[in-house]
């Protein structure tokens, strides 16, 4: 069974940048065949993708988002990161990872998640 | 942009069928997905491409397609059941990810 784990440094102060982790166990990312997104959810909301990245490097981010987001990954160590810039108390959210299937079929594509981390509550807050 | 739209809340007793809808005007199109989410944990996947079940998701979890909206549907809900559902569904190139605004399923 696929599990997924976030960490991170804990509270972010406004302006600054958000960093976290997902470190992936039962499965190697370097295998390729699924992509790797991060998820947030604000207390009491609903879900927003935030991104995905590929075994190569490749990503995708939201459109929304997609100035401030960075999504990197370190096949070593069967990881993938985070980097959130400019937070305000809007970005303040649980925080998820998830095995990303994309399969597309004659140029249409569909994205789902089957695999989740339990989720890192970050705060944004001076 | 790209939307899909769920009803906040639905309400069932023990046993009965739930029905949980969402619309969207690419669904004819793009597959949709579901998830549970329990309070304080993880949303689970339920069902994906609007009719597959993971394994281990019990048989009373079933999806449907027609047209515009999908529908999540549970027979013979028990008291286990009472979550949050959230549709989800992506843009033809699978780069705009969204998700429907969830619905409460309350069991009564």
């Known amino acids: 069974q696929v599990q997924l784990q976030e960490s991170g440094p804990g509270p972010v102060k406004p302006s600054q940048t958000l960093s976290l982790t997902c470190t992936v166990s039962?499965?190697?990312?370097?295998?390729?065949?699924?992509?790797w997104s991060w998820i947030r959810q604000p207390a009491g909301k609903g879900l927003e993708w935030i991104g995905r990245?590929?075994?190569?490097?490749?990503?995708n981010y939201n459109p929304a988002l997609k100035s401030r987001v960075t999504i990197s990954v370190d096949t070593s160590k069967n990881q993938f990161s985070l980097n959130l810039s400019s937070v305000t108390a809007a970005d303040t959210a649980v925080y998820y990872c998830?095995?990303?299937?994309?399969?597309?079929?004659?140029?249409?594509?569909?994205?789902?998640?089957?695999?989740w981390g339990q989720g890192t509550l970050v705060t944004v807050s001076s | 942009s790209y939307e899909v739209t769920q009803p906040p809340s639905v309400s069932v007793s023990p046993g009965q069928t739930a029905r949980i809808t969402c619309s969207g005007d690419?669904?004819?199109?793009?597959?949709a997905h579901w998830y549970q989410q329990k309070p304080g944990q993880a949303p689970v996947l339920v069902i994906y491409?609007?009719?597959e079940r993971p394994s281990g998701i019990p048989e009373r979890f079933s999806g449907s397609s027609s047209g515009t909206t999908v529908t999540l549907t549970i027979s013979g809900v028990q008291a286990e059941d009472e979550a949050d559902y959230y549709c989800?569904?992506?843009?033809?190139?699978?780069?705009?990810?969204?998700f429907g605004g969830g619905t409460r399923l309350t069991v009564l």
């Open positions: 491409k609007d009719t």
């Open positions: 039962d499965a190697s990312i370097s295998s390729g065949g699924y992509y």
């Open positions: 998830a095995r990303t299937n994309l399969a597309c079929n004659g140029g249409n594509c569909h994205v789902h998640f089957d695999y």
């Open positions: 690419a669904l004819p199109k793009q597959y």
């Open positions: 990245i590929y075994t190569s490097g490749r990503t």
């Open positions: 989800q569904s992506a843009d033809s190139s699978g780069t705009y990810v969204v």
